[in-house]
Structure formats: structure tokens, C-alpha cells
């Protein structure tokens, strides 16, 4: 018998003990033994038919030498951390589908779980049920990881995807979105693209051995994208998606990683994953392009990972050298400023022909799109290839004669 224990009973946390129980035969055959959920930590009290198990004291869970996995579930890094540190220093092995607490903490409580000879498993932390950490330090072990780029927020994909398929303003998608349960009261963690920066954090940590922290990695949201601009992408044959991407730039571990909307040609992998579906491209040397695609949130899709992690830990007889990166103290993210991109901008002039005479002084042959309904004054543009400081200091050269970009969005190739 493995006895565990579950951190927070919200909806992951009740979804893992719901496939505990459903799926006992199943589990105990592929973890070779029972798995029994022994304690619940939550301070609220709940009438279910286990409530036997619930304490709201966690020394009840560290000091109890039965219960030899812990899953947490709670969210956020207090008191998460404190919880998970604990645990692994008494010889316990920890199980999350915490992003934040991984983004933020993963190196530290790698190493503690390596020190104590138990495990630090975090499947669940991106993409919900779609595997791909697993993937990342076990089937793909044999290739260098040159790049990774993905739509890991569900929320985000979901509007936009109202926006192209229905013509729906950003205001009244997110609406939508919070309606139907896919976006919070407070929307921030999601279009302003936190929550896709913590999980390409994660996956760029793994890949590339080094703590990548989300404080330095540049973040873009949604806020800014309007019918406009997808009717522009449109008329690209392109379509945009919020884009959490790294990319090894070296063997010292230094790698260009950022957040943020992007035009994607229709014939990309990830361009067809619409409504709250993920889509993760891994870019190997030896696989090419692998891409991982399914419902990257969600109860029963998340509390499946976490149970997995649980299987795979079971089944460990100490700790996993794969599933691990470490914290140099070295920031390894480039200044993306100084990295070139092509680039989708639209504009707003007085004078049409005077801004397109500057456009191309400044940045030579362009390509013009257009629009249904397209103003007089309102130019759209794709530039291919530009230094992005570049398009930076030409920008205040532009406004200096009354020719103001509205808005600028990368086109990336995947």
C-alpha cells in the first residue's frame, strides 16, 4: 500500500482523488501496488464521503511515516513552497501541478529532492493533461532541444479564437470566456501572458539545464490585439496566437525566450489549435518538429497527469537524473532587442503617401496589406527581418512626422 496525501481540495485537488478512486485497479496494476489517498489538507470543511480524511493541520501529513507521497495542489507560492520543502526533508517525495511554485522554486526543490534521494514531479504544471514534461527528459532525451514554442494558455487561445472565427471584440470574448469558466474574475494571469510565461519558463529550465525565471523573461498580452489586426493577419493568410517560445542560441545556456502575440501562417502546426486547446512544438535536431496538443487545463485532464506523476513515482527506486536544471545565479535570457524577427505593423499617417515614402527610407521594400473597410490614413505593413532595436529607434523617427505605429506584433515560422 503507497499511501499519499493531497494539499488543497479545489478542482484539481478533488479530481485527483476522484481518479484514485475510479481508477484503482487501473493504477495499482501500472504502479504495481495500491495507492490509497490517506490525508486531505484544506482548511475549509466539505460534506463528501471521505470526509474522514481531511485535517487542517499539515504536521499531521509531514509527521506521518505512512504517507510517503504528497500532492499539491494548492496554488501559488505560500504556502506551497514552505509545504513542499518540507516535505522533501522528510524524505517524502513531492508531486505538483503548481506552475508558479515550479517557475519560481524548481531548482531549489529539485535539489532538495536530489539530496534526500526522493522525487520533485511537476507534469501536470504545463499543459494540463497534454504530456510533455515527461516527453522533454525522457523520449526526446536523445536530441538537443534547439527550440520550443507553443499556445500554453487556454483562456488566451479561446478569445482569440472568438475574435477570428466570429468577429468578436476582445472586451466581449473575454466576457464570454469568464462566463463559460475559462477566465478568472481578475483575467490578468491570462491575457496579460503570466501564465504562458511561467510554463515556457518551465519548459525552457528543463530543456536547458538552467533556471530560467519569469521576472526576466519579456511578456506580452493580448490586451492590445483587435479586429484589425485579424483582419490584417487575414489577409497574410495568417492567423494570431499568444506564443510562449525559447530558443538555444548557445552551449553556455543562453537562449532567447519571451511571451507574446503573434502572426502564424495558416499552415503552421499550431495555427489550426483553436477554443481552449494547448499546442506545444518541441524542435529537435534529430525528431524535427514534434508537436503535443490537447486540453491544457481542466479537472479531470490535470488530475490525470498529477496521478501519473504519482504512478511514476511509486515506481522510482530513487531520484530521477533526467527530471532536472539547476540556478547558476546568471540570467541566461538575450535581450531580445538585440535579436532580429519579421514583423506585422500597422499605422495610422495623415498623409499616405508621405508615410509611405518614409517607410521605405527607413526600411526599404515592404509588403502593403489590406483590409475590408481599410481608412484612408491606416497602413499596414510587413517588414521581414528587422533588428528589433531597429524597429525601436525608427519608430520615434516616424512620429516625429505625425506617422504613429498603432500596433506591431512578430511573425514567427513554426
Given at each position: ?21 475510479t ?34 493541520d ?12 504528497v ?29 508558479e ?9 529539485l535539489?532538495l ?34 527550440e ?28 464570454l470566456?469568464?462566463?463559460l ?33 519569469p ?37 553556455e ?14 499552415q ?6 483553436t ?7 518541441v ?37 530521477t ?15 531580445y ?19 509611405r515614402?518614409?517607410?521605405?527610407e ?7 496589406l ?7 490614413n ?13 524597429l525601436i ?6 512620429n516625429?512626422?505625425s506617422?504613429?505605429?498603432?500596433n ?7
Amino acid at each position: 500500500m503507497i499511501n499519499i496525501a493531497v494539499l488543497g481540495h479545489g478542482v484539481v485537488g478533488s479530481g485527483v482523488v476522484e481518479v484514485v478512486e475510479t481508477n484503482q485497479e487501473y493504477i495499482a496494476k501500472n504502479a504495481g501496488d495500491n495507492i490509497y489517498v490517506k490525508r486531505i489538507l484544506d482548511l475549509r470543511d466539505f460534506d463528501v464521503p471521505y470526509a474522514d480524511k481531511f485535517t487542517k493541520d499539515y504536521a499531521d501529513i509531514l509527521n506521518d511515516p505512512e504517507i510517503s507521497i504528497v500532492v499539491e495542489v494548492m496554488g501559488g507560492i505560500n504556502p506551497s513552497y514552505d509545504f513542499a520543502k518540507a516535505a522533501l526533508k522528510h524524505g517524502k517525495s513531492v508531486v505538483t501541478s503548481n506552475k508558479e511554485l515550479v517557475a519560481a522554486k524548481g531548482a531549489k526543490l529539485l535539489r532538495l529532492a536530489k539530496e534526500n534521494h526522493v522525487n520533485f514531479y511537476f507534469e501536470a504544471s504545463v499543459g494540463g493533461g497534454i504530456p510533455i514534461i515527461r516527453p522533454l527528459h525522457s523520449c526526446l532525451a536523445a536530441n538537443q532541444i534547439d527550440e520550443i514554442a507553443g499556445i500554453l494558455n487556454g483562456t488566451t487561445n479561446f478569445i482569440l479564437t472568438k475574435m477570428i472565427t466570429e468577429q468578436m471584440q476582445f472586451d466581449e470574448a473575454l466576457k464570454l470566456a469568464q462566463a463559460l469558466g475559462y477566465a478568472e474574475r481578475n483575467p490578468t494571469a491570462d491575457v496579460d501572458g503570466h501564465d504562458a510565461c511561467r510554463k515556457i519558463c518551465i519548459l525552457a529550465s528543463l530543456a536547458y539545464g538552467k533556471q530560467i525565471y519569469p521576472e526576466n523573461v519579456p511578456t506580452e498580452g493580448i490586451g492590445h490585439v483587435t479586429l484589425e489586426d485579424v483582419d490584417y493577419a487575414e489577409s497574410n493568410d495568417c492567423v494570431i496566437k499568444l506564443i510562449g517560445r525559447v530558443k538555444k542560441l548557445d552551449d553556455e545556456g543562453n537562449v532567447l525566450c519571451m511571451v507574446s502575440p503573434a502572426l502564424l501562417n495558416k499552415q503552421s502546426q499550431l495555427a489550426g489549435i483553436t477554443d481552449v486547446f494547448n499546442g506545444i512544438l518541441v524542435r529537435g535536431n534529430a525528431t524535427g518538429d514534434v508537436v503535443f496538443y490537447g486540453r491544457g487545463a481542466g479537472k479531470l485532464p490535470t488530475a490525470s497527469a498529477v496521478v501519473a506523476d504519482v504512478i511514476d513515482v511509486a515506481k522510482a527506486s530513487d531520484t530521477t537524473s533526467s527530471l532536472t536544471w539547476v540556478d547558476d545565479g546568471v540570467n541566461h535570457v538575450v535581450d531580445y532587442r538585440t535579436t532580429c524577427c519579421d514583423y506585422y505593423v500597422r499605422i495610422s499617417a495623415c498623409d499616405n503617401r508621405q508615410a509611405r515614402e518614409k517607410i521605405k527610407e527607413l526600411f526599404g521594400e515592404v509588403k502593403y496589406l489590406s483590409r475590408p473597410e481599410q481608412p484612408e490614413n491606416e497602413l499596414a505593413v510587413v517588414m521581414e527581418n528587422i533588428l528589433e532595436q531597429d524597429l525601436i529607434d525608427k519608430e520615434k523617427i516616424l512620429n516625429a512626422d505625425s506617422i504613429y505605429i498603432v500596433n506591431k506584433i512578430r511573425i514567427l515560422n513554426y
